[in-house]
């Protein structure tokens, strides 16, 4: 009967350290999604070059979807019982057009690569409302790359 205890109190702990692992993650997402929101603001009114004028339009249109990202997670993080975070990851800048561009594409694989790990998490402890706000996200990210990408003749 001990045995048969222990097992059961296993199981509960199991569960609580799996909410807690993906709090913790959602945690990070959020912090990269302010990230994206303060890069997209300034970039879109910084990027120079007429080249460079549909995707700065186009980022302005990122900022925004950033932002709601920003609000669906933390309002997740919520749900779950966390604390969603107030720091940024921090941002970066370049005076260089291209360079920001770059930089874009980077932090949008960067953030597609965490949610595909956190969707993972997420199935993985029957939270399918959660996964489904985050697919919903994902896709919009793939977007970001692929804008980021013909911006940058990729
Ligand atoms: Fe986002
Ligand atoms: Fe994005």
Request: no cysteine; net charge negative.
């Amino acid at each position: 009967m001990p045995n048969s205890n222990y097992e059961a109190a296993d199981v509960g702990e199991g569960s609580s350290s799996s909410k807690d692992e993906i709090i913790k993650g959602l945690n990070e997402d959020l912090a990269r999604e302010y990230k994206a929101i303060i890069q997209y603001v300034v970039y879109s009114s910084t990027l120079k070059g007429a080249e460079y004028s549909d995707i700065a339009e186009q980022l302005k249109k990122h900022a925004s979807q950033e932002l709601a990202h920003a609000l669906e997670v933390s309002r997740q993080i919520d749900y779950l019982g966390g604390d969603p975070t107030m720091k940024s990851k921090e941002a970066e800048y370049s005076k260089d057009s291209k360079t920001m561009l770059e930089m874009d594409l980077k932090a949008e694989q960067e953030t597609i690569k965490n949610y595909r790990e956190r969707i993972r998490q997420a199935e993985r402890s029957g939270e399918f409302a959660l996964s489904e706000a985050l697919r919903d996200i994902i896709r919009q990210e793939q977007d970001h790359e692929i804008d980021l990408k013909d911006a940058l003749g990729l």
